[in-house]
């Protein structure tokens, strides 16, 4: 069985702090898919980041950065430098390679303070 | 790029009316999915399609019928809307290829049954 977990409820920082939003998952695939979405107040999920499992560079994008290790079973997320416009419900997904359905995490709620 | 639309954004609804929730979207994407979002219960999935006329339970399938005639629209039925019902109810699809696609979703639809 799948599972993914966000053990941080909410988060909150000030404008300029780094903050690191965590993500542990379970599965006994050996090929499956890890994602990270924000959901802003307006409600829509926004797709950031797909990494495959046989995949583990780090990623950076801005000042977004994805550190994954199936050595613990984590993809956890990094803002630099945060900003107000961060401020959403970030939401952490696996898929396994022969199915269709994605399982969500329950979610962190970012709040950043000016 | 991907574009999930979901007719209704707010819709307020009475206890026994039936209810649908209708879904496209314009990437040729096989599988299309339901979810509702709740406080503390994060994303569940109500129904999956993987091809048109086929369906597949999610995690809480119960009250809820789907319809999916065409491969762009996915729609969701409450046959007779409840209160505990109340809820955000999200979209989404996903091409299934080779290669496992990401998931997109559409604004969501905040649906109250009074």
């Known amino acids: 069985a799948q599972k993914v977990t966000q053990a941080q409820t909410e988060i909150s920082v000030v404008e300029k702090e780094d903050v690191t939003l965590d993500c542990v998952y379970e599965?006994?695939?050996?090929?499956?898919?890890l994602f990270w979405y924000k959901q802003p107040p307006s409600g829509e999920l926004v797709f950031l980041i797909r990494?495959?499992?046989?995949?583990?560079q780090n990623e950076i994008s801005g000042r977004y950065s994805w550190n994954f290790q199936k050595s613990t079973s984590s993809f956890n997320f990094t803002i630099t430098a945060s900003q107000v416009v961060d401020s959403a419900v970030y939401f952490c997904a696996l898929s396994e390679n022969y199915g269709q359905n994605f399982v969500f995490g329950p979610g962190t709620r970012l709040s950043v303070l000016p | 790029d991907v574009k999930v639309t979901q007719s209704s954004r707010y819709l307020v609804k009475r206890t026994g009316e039936k209810v649908f929730l209708e879904c496209v979207q314009d990437?040729?994407?096989?599988?299309m999915f339901w979810y509702r979002q709740d406080p503390g219960l994060g994303l569940r999935l109500i129904y999956f399609s993987y091809d048109v006329k086929m369906k597949e339970k999610g995690d809480i399938p119960e009250g809820y019928s789907v319809s999916r005639e065409k491969k762009e629209r996915f729609s969701l039925i409450l046959e007779s809307a409840s209160t505990n019902q109340t809820s955000m109810y999200l979209c989404?699809?996903?091409?299934?290829?080779?290669?496992?696609?990401?998931?997109?979703f559409g604004e969501g639809s905040w649906l109250t049954v009074v």
């Open positions: 990437m040729d994407h096989e599988n």
């Open positions: 990494r495959n499992s046989f995949d583990e």
């Open positions: 989404a699809s996903s091409f299934e290829g080779r290669l496992k696609n990401t998931i997109y």
């Open positions: 599965t006994r695939d050996t090929t499956y898919y």
